[in-house]
């Protein structure tokens, strides 16, 4: 128990600074932004040690306060920023496709194929479409597009 104490008494801004530069790393590996409050938590650690504050109670009450803070504040304004920016999330392959057009390769009885960039998706529509036709993404549900007409 004394070598925990011990370890956690050594603790300094450049060991905040190196935890946060970690997590910010595994941020931009993942993009979902939930990484990105616990390494700002982490630097804002590592500031508050380097102007004096290095009692580690303290150091883990003020990183464990602000990510949960922060995650519960930042993450859905930061989502909603985000969201108006571009219109379309990342890390959503199949969201993105919504709104695209592709080439409609063979259709029959509603089902289908359609070429979208260079790539052939299995296509469904309620429409009646046939082969050669561009068509226009309406919803993705797995593998499978809806399509209607442009």
């Known amino acids: 128990m004394d070598a925990i104490v011990a370890f956690l008494n050594s603790l300094d801004a450049q060991h905040w600074a190196g935890f946060g530069a970690a997590l910010l790393i595994g941020e931009l590996l993942t993009g979902t932004t939930y990484i990105l409050w616990p390494a700002v938590a982490a630097f804002v650690v590592a500031l508050a040690n380097y102007f004096g504050l290095s009692y580690w109670p303290a150091d ?12 519960a504040f930042a993450h859905p304004i930061v989502k909603r920023w985000r969201l108006a920016q571009g219109g379309r999330p990342i890390n959503e392959r199949a969201r993105q496709m919504i709104g695209a057009r592709g080439l409609l390769t063979a259709f029959a009885n509603g089902v289908g194929s359609v070429k979208i960039n260079d790539s052939i998706w299995r296509a469904v529509s309620s429409e009646q479409l046939i082969a050669g036709e561009q068509v226009e993404i309406a919803e ?6 809806t399509v209607k007409k442009v």
């Not at 993705?140 to 597009?145: A, E, R, S, W």
């Open 140 to 145: 993705v549900h797995g593998t499978t597009l």
């Open 60 to 71: 883990m009450a003020l990183f464990a306060l602000l990510t949960i803070v922060l995650t």
